[in-house]
């Protein structure tokens, strides 16, 4: 036997406006009933249509798609409808995965931060690092976050990554050798997909808190450092952000790691 709901009952039990409903019944996908009185009325058998119209939308399928499925299911509408809905569940389960894991690394990345040394130079061995980049040279802050936002737009795969040493600049290299050291030639995201790679080698490295202008006073130090130990300066000079401005407002919070390729004699 069916019950009947008034228009707002339906649009309290599931949480939608009544204009909505009122939508559903213009694009003939929801047409109740009229009682003696004119008032529209759905009966239970209504239920299991707004179940499927709120299932699909949340999955994203359009109104003229499952208004499609409605007038036309049948068993091979629906296994494929069931196929469709399987394909964006999966993709929405390796976004929210990737998303995921991008979190765990970011809050890693943080702790280990907190574990760097700082204002000690050192000598690292690092692998080829595959990343994506922009070569292009720039000097004011406003600059270098143009450069990221078009970086970080490339693919729906990178966002959520600023935030963590994952992001960096070159520092051009001869005008540090001269003294300018904020020259950058261009900003990177190290990326396992990266299309370009940053050379394995030894590098010098220096970690330091606050400011990233304090590259002026630790550039000179690994420049001088490289020569005192009879190390070749090869390049590149990179400039990784630890802890940034997207992750912190506090300046003194900020960590930034310098690193410059050498060769050891």
């Known amino acids: 036997m069916s019950t009947f709901y008034k228009i707002g009952e339906i649009a309290a039990l599931y949480g939608i406006s009544t204009d909505i409903l009122r939508y559903y019944e213009e694009l003939g996908i929801l047409v109740p009933r009229r009682a003696p009185n004119g008032y529209r009325v759905y009966r239970t058998e209504d239920l299991w249509c707004l179940n499927v ?48 894991e991008n979190i765990i ?33 720039y000097e004011t802050d406003e600059e270098m976050d143009i450069l990221i936002k078009q970086l970080v737009s490339f693919g729906p795969d990178r966002q959520y990554i600023i935030g963590n040493n994952q992001m960096g600049s070159f520092v051009n290299l001869s005008d540090a050798l001269d003294g300018r050291c904020q020259q950058y030639d261009a900003v990177f995201i190290l990326h396992p997909d990266g299309e370009h790679r940053i050379e394995a080698g030894s590098y010098l490295s220096v970690c330091y808190c606050g400011s990233f202008r304090q590259t002026r006073t630790y550039v000179p130090q690994l420049l001088q450092y490289a020569r005192d130990n009879g190390m070749a ?33």
């Open 233 to 265: 300066i090869r390049g590149p000079l990179l400039e990784l952000l630890w802890i940034d401005i997207h992750t912190t407002k506090h300046v003194e919070e900020q960590v930034t790691e310098l690193q410059l390729k050498v060769e050891v004699h």
């Open 53 to 100: 119209i709120r299932d699909l939308r949340q999955l994203g399928f359009s109104m003229d798609q499952i208004r499609s499925y409605i007038e036309n299911r049948s068993i091979g509408s629906t296994l494929e409808l069931f196929r469709k809905e399987m394909h964006v569940i999966d993709q929405q389960i390796a976004r929210l995965n990737s998303l995921r």
């Open 105 to 137: 690394t970011r809050r890693e990345t943080i702790t280990q931060a907190g574990e760097l040394v700082l204002g000690q130079i050192s000598l690292k061995e690092m692998p080829s690092r595959p990343c994506h980049r922009i070569m292009q040279s």
